[in-house]
DNA sequence: TTGACATGCAAGTAAATGATTGCATATAAT
DNA sequence: ATTATATGCAATCATTTACTTGCATGTCAA
């Protein structure tokens, strides 16, 4: 899973507001969404292909309407790659930052 | 806090390049840093500045130099923001989407 | 089968973004 | 003091991005 794209997916406000309107209520079609959203529907469309691209949605057609669902996946991805990375070093992080501002060495106290 | 910004800053892979370098090794330099960093030091800059608007790190002053620490707070801001609230409907919304593909009614089983 | 509805495709535009270049400033070393 | 080092500031440029407009296609309903 390319990870830079998912985050860049969620970088913009716009599709932000589509996973949370998702959330919300799920299986909507384009229209449904459409009508949230202050732009062209074409505009939303090219959110969430960027969102669909990026996995973070799916997308079910049922006769001319396009459904779609949330999928959480992705962001549990970024948890694993990247907030449980760094979570885990948090107070050595912040020990280490604290110790250095004071100009001690690291004296594990 | 801003979360649209953390995603925006964390959208390009440069940036995240330098997330990963100082979580390797934290307090680096600005010039350490670009040595690692295939653009000029200004870009470099640019990308930092961007990173500590972002309060995904924090720069400390020494003399001339200036040293960069990891911010794991704001990824823990995603987390429970954004991450948490999905993962929490993760198997109802992978039930919702599987009944629907198939027809049914959301029938709970 | 005809008209309305739901969506797609593609070209064009304005603004944001990533990166560069050139010059300025402050701190350290000799 | 003078020179080298570490960084900042600002203008510029190319590319990407968010949106729009216009037209095309496919599906449902009367």
Redesign the interface.
């Known amino acids: 899973m390319d990870?830079?794209k998912v985050?860049?997916a969620?970088?913009?406000?716009s599709r932000?507001y589509l996973?949370d309107l998702l959330?919300r209520e799920?299986?909507q079609t384009l229209t449904a969404l459409c009508m949230h959203m202050d732009m062209t529907r074409q505009a939303v469309t090219q959110h969430l292909q960027q969102l669909e691209e990026a996995n973070l949605i799916?997308v079910?057609w049922q006769g001319r309407e396009k459904?779609h669902?949330?999928?959480?996946v992705p962001?549990?991805e970024?948890?694993a790659r990247?907030?449980g990375?760094?979570?885990r070093?948090?107070l050595d992080?912040l020990r280490?930052?604290k110790n250095?501002?004071e100009g001690k060495d690291d004296d594990k106290t």
């Open positions: 990870i830079d985050f860049k969620l970088a913009d406000p932000g996973l959330h799920s299986g799916a079910v459904l669902y949330l999928n959480p962001l549990h970024i948890h990247w907030i990375k760094f979570e070093d948090r992080v280490n930052l250095k501002l």
